[in-house]
């Protein structure tokens, strides 16, 4: 790994300096210590050059940071990855808040995750092997609390600690029976009968089937005991299509719940999770079907048809804060804060004005500010916002930028208000848990700094080369933002092959954050410099430049593109010549559709890469799972709206298919069947175009296996190099 060289040739050249210096003439010792230090910094620089898989698998992968609740100690996972066993073993750790005393709290040989701090702070909650379990806050007393058959995640503690919350997967028809469920899996185990029968639609969703089980949210008193199903019926709570997979809160005196459902029939077309609260029983079990047979559930959001999603109740019990989108239909639409009144049902947006999609909601602990992470042109900085503003004032003053230093995530805050606990990363550095300065409100148009401290110190330090960032005028010309992630060691005089990597969604964008799936650093150690554009539809620039790709997918975003790469090579250090362009989903469509019309006169790509693009949208249109998506993006069905169908599939450019192309895919993928890819390859093969198909029997959306992932980079490098690198 780069900063295990690094460290090492760093000692080693220390201790020959010390060796020189004690035996050597001043003179005779400062000519070798030149020449030393010359071949030091030789070795450091070819370690970073150098950097590969085992490298990037190497890479401690640090998450899930949680707060203890006085504020002295940071509970999180890493997950170490086993290449040899095809893994990655997840582990609980705690440090103090100051960055000392790390201590690992669990070991073996399976994963522990979700860590949760009881509300008094001297257990955490956990999962493994499928169920929850507690321990003592120094990872003593490990016990099992739940031991249902259909298996438990995401713990959830009341704040009386007397009850956890958590989601399991079972068959509505049980109604909360576990030796029904147990009974049933049994029975499908060893019926020789494999066949899926369903009658309702979203029956498949990412990699997984789900013709027959729902998600339900339990509770269980936190010693254990029997599991109460508190939203028994045919549905899933929380719809698995919305939300952060938890979604459900305690109310702060532990005598309500708040959950999502979808309330609508066809929830495949349907964007439409709903916030219920319902009552906590009095007692461990309950009548079959007692609350939502009986109505006792309120729905809080029936009036919003968008995504209603991650409810918190505010320290006094007055407000239920949660996120929302107003737009039925559209996954999307801007993300808001809304303010729920529970004694007067009053609904309100916080975020009012706020252009960007609010995300990571947190309080500060006297309850009178609102603290969100949003994504912003590449990064992901903290904002604030009165929990009860002025409307009377002006709008813009109501949110705030208060630390725009780094890409943010997971947000905590200390119960004094003046730091907080998150993730935090960069396109040169993995994740961490970093402790960071709450700044005082900042005046309109400033941010403050501060204290940005590395906790967790799981990784070392990186020799890469420097993130720059890139504007260009793209379709009608608009601003448009991207990165430019270089060779380590880069060298200004040389000229280097460029390779443009483009975003998925279309709704997604390329960030300063470190990632693992298509991580330009591997890109940029082959010799690359790697151009990260982000076109129509990339989040961060506006909710008007997000909307700007929906049934305009070849359009504005495609120009965006090449204006962006037109405008990199014509930097002296990049060679025009030998271009070549990747993408993932829609950026594999936007492969798919650069293909077709590869004749942009100033520029050609050379070789190309598209992963689990789309290909066909007529065919995608009802292979895929999450309809709405399709309605959106091309105003209906291909029935209903022949003419974008027509307008921007890449199939229908099939005879112009030339340039060279490596088409990869999973087979599990439900989100962009594989038949797009085999459809892709095959017009390639008959049009007599170099091409390669590398299918995944055992991936689905992402290639996620670390000797998978490890085999996808090396055929995706063989191929640019093939072209690229000759």
Wanted: one cysteine or more.
């Amino acid at each position: 790994m780069i900063a295990e060289l690094v460290q090492t040739s760093q000692i080693l050249c220390n201790n020959i300096f010390a060796f020189t210096n004690s035996i050597l003439t001043e003179k005779f010792m400062k000519r070798l210590a030149f020449l030393m230090l010359f071949c030091c910094l030789f070795v450091i620089g070819v370690s970073a050059q150098t950097f590969t898989f085992n490298d990037l698998v190497k890479i401690r992968r640090v998450g899930d940071p949680q707060l203890s609740p006085d504020g002295r100690y940071v509970a999180f996972t890493i997950g170490d990855v086993d290449k040899a066993a095809n893994r990655t073993l997840t582990h609980i750790y705690t440090v103090q808040i100051d960055g000392s005393n790390l201590k690992q709290l669990t070991k073996g040989d399976k994963s522990h995750s979700s860590p949760r701090w009881s509300p008094d702070g001297k257990k955490i909650a956990f999962t493994t092997g499928g169920q929850i379990w507690t321990m003592d806050a120094d990872g003593g007393d490990k016990e099992q609390i739940t031991r249902i058959s259909s298996g438990a995640g995401n713990p959830v503690w009341s704040p009386d600690g007397k009850w956890i919350a958590f989601n399991s997967d079972v068959y509505p028809e049980c109604n909360g029976n576990d030796e029904c469920n147990a009974k049933k899996d049994a029975e499908a185990d060893s019926s020789k009968v494999k066949a899926i029968v369903t009658e309702r639609l979203l029956y498949r969703h990412w990699v997984e089937w789900r013709d027959r089980k729902r998600t339900h949210v339990f509770i269980v008193e936190s010693g254990g005991g029997s599991a109460t199903d508190m939203t028994q019926g045919d549905f899933d709570s929380p719809p698995y299509a919305a939300g952060t997979g938890v979604d459900y809160a305690f109310s702060p005196d532990s005598k309500e719940i708040a959950v999502l459902r979808n309330p609508d029939k066809i929830e495949a077309i349907s964007t439409n999770s709903d916030i219920y609260v319902l009552p906590l029983p009095t007692f461990t079990r309950m009548p079959v079907n007692m609350f939502w047979k009986d109505r006792t559930p309120k729905n809080i959001t029936v009036a919003n048809k968008g995504y209603d999603v991650s409810p918190l109740y505010t320290p006094d019990g007055k407000y239920i804060l949660f996120r929302s989108q107003s737009r039925a239909g559209f996954e999307a639409d801007r993300w808001r804060i809304m303010r729920y009144n529970r004694q007067t049902g009053e609904t309100v947006e916080l975020t009012r004005g706020f252009d960007q999609q609010a995300d990571d909601v947190t309080l500060a602990p006297d309850g009178k500010t609102v603290y969100f992470t949003a994504a912003t042109s590449g990064k992901n900085p903290i904002y604030s916002v009165p929990l009860e503003p002025d409307f009377r004032q002006r709008i813009a003053t109501h949110v705030r930028m208060i630390n725009g230093i780094g890409f943010f995530s997971n947000l905590n805050i200390t119960p004094d208000g003046e730091y907080f606990v998150s993730l935090s990363s960069s396109l040169t550095s993995p994740a961490e848990v970093y402790k960071t300065t709450v700044p005082p409100p900042p005046e309109p148009g400033t941010v403050t700094g501060g204290m940005h401290k590395n906790i967790s110190r799981a990784n070392g330090n990186f020799n890469f080369s420097k993130t720059e960032e890139i504007e260009w005028k793209g379709a009608m010309n608009a601003n448009v933002h991207g990165f430019i992630v270089k060779p380590a060691n880069f060298d200004a005089s040389k000229k280097y092959p460029l390779v443009v990597l483009i975003h998925g969604g279309p709704q997604s964008a390329w960030n300063d954050n470190w990632g693992y799936r298509w991580n330009p650093q591997m890109f940029a150690a082959q010799g690359y410099v790697v151009f990260l554009p982000n076109q129509r539809g990339s989040v961060g620039y506006g909710q008007k430049f997000v909307d700007e790709v929906s049934a305009d997918w070849g359009g504005r975003a495609y120009t965006d593109i090449m204006n962006g790469t037109a405008e990199v090579i014509k930097m002296p250090y990049v060679d025009k010549t030998r271009i070549g362009a990747a993408g993932a989903s829609y950026g594999g469509y936007m492969v798919d559709w650069i293909l077709g019309r590869n004749n942009d006169p100033r520029f050609k790509f050379k070789a190309l890469v598209s992963h689990a693009g789309v290909y066909n949208l007529e065919s995608m249109a009802t292979a895929t799972e999450e309809l709405w998506f399709i309605n959106w993006e091309f105003k209906g069905m291909p029935w209903q709206n022949k003419v974008n169908y027509e307008k921007w599939s890449p199939h229908k450019f099939a005879a112009n298919f030339k340039t060279p192309t490596l088409v990869t895919a999973g087979e599990l993928d439900y989100r962009v069947p594989v038949d797009q890819s085999l459809q892709l390859y095959t017009a390639l093969q008959l049009n007599g175009t170099d091409s390669k198909l590398v299918i995944f029997p055992d991936e689905g959306h992402w290639i996620l296996k670390p000797q998978n992932s490890e085999f996808w980079y090396g055929q995706v490098f063989d191929w640019l190099n093939k072209y690229l690198n000759p």
